[in-house]
């Protein structure tokens, strides 16, 4: 099952996993990047579902997302201008970018999970992306330089399956991006660093250093839809919504040079056997997240949770109920019926459509 990006809608991927669970047809290899990451660390961690549900609504991960805190670089102005300039940018990453300064908000170093049960049900593998270059480079010209190496933290057993394989960005479809050929392979790094180092987004948070390198999240491949088909016979994921064009797009084309949609439209057609719609998540669940909250007077950009815990358990709630009930609706219909909202295939059936840019 890949659990791709989810950002601070994470839950969505618990309820999936519920879901399928209580079907008999739960995954036996989780496949994460970004905010799936974290997901999936607490799906390892506790394999009874009701314990994960009630950790995703626990005080501990209230208090933790309520630490978060902006840094003096999340000026309002500054931001808006920085994003316009690369909104009237064409060009894939022209420069190598300042993943070590310029974000918002600063994260604590270690995210809330709960203690491993030492039993897992499930394995694990996390996707971030190496730094192939250090901060004493920002801001030269990239040319035609890789600036970033895929990188798979996983188990022995999924590193054989991965062996020699390149990244699935090496394709020349993907033009003139910033990400190497390689395809590296770490399997000695916790879940617990694996996946703080998958949720270091561009601009929101600083790239995030282990083992005497610097890494990006897994936004560098928010749908490594070829590494699942290689970890796994039957492949699960979702129908995903587009990209924004006004912030998103024009900040996968300055840091990492790739169109998102492109890669997104690439990911919703590729053949997966189980296919969820999470396509309308961003409007049902439009308040159930942390909201960005700009103060024009202040000139500042701040994080802010809901003001109280019983406010935030009922927001993780509904989270999780949207995933348990769209992976309940998908497991619903047999093969090759396409009723609305779900996208279902085998192997053999046509492309599924695409996300309109």
Known sequence: MVLGGGGFR?????????????????????????????????????????????????????????????????????????????????????????LFGDYLFEIPPLLPFPPDSGQPEVAVAIIGGKLLFDASEIGQPRRERKLFAETVFCDARSAALLAHMKAPLSSARWGQHAIANELLLEQGATLDQAARISIADMYYFRCQPYNGDEYIGGVLDLFPVE????????????????????????????????????????????????????????????????????????????????????????????????????AEEALRHPRGQHPPGIRRATRHSKPLRSVRS
Not at 63 to 68: A, I
Not at 72 to 93: H, I
Not at 232 to 256: C, N, T, Y
């Open 10 to 98: 994470f839950g969505i991927y618990i309820g999936m996993y519920a879901a399928l669970r209580a079907a008999g047809q739960a995954p036996d290899m989780l496949l994460a990047s970004c905010g799936g990451a974290i997901a999936a660390t607490i799906i390892h961690h506790l394999p009874d579902p009701a314990a994960q549900r009630a950790w995703l609504s626990s005080p501990a991960m209230y208090q933790f997302w309520c630490s978060l805190r902006s840094t003096p670089q999340a000026n309002l102005a500054g931001t808006l201008l920085a994003a316009a300039r690369r909104k009237l940018s064409s060009a894939n990453a022209p420069v190598i970018p300042d």
């Open 227 to 326: 590494i699942a088909r290689r970890l796994g016979h039957e492949v699960i994921m979702e129908f995903k919504e587009a990209f924004d064009q006004v912030f998103s797009i024009p900040a996968w084309r300055a840091v990492l040079g790739i169109n998102g949609n492109a890669r997104l439209r690439y990911a919703n057609t590729h053949l997966a056997d189980i296919r969820i719609d999470s396509s309308d998540v961003s409007h049902t669940l439009a308040r159930q997240q942390l909201q960005q909250k700009l103060h024009w007077r202040r000139n500042r950009i701040e994080l802010a949770m809901p003001p109280t815990y019983e406010e935030f358990v009922r927001f993780m709630d509904d989270q999780w109920q949207f995933g348990y009930d769209r």
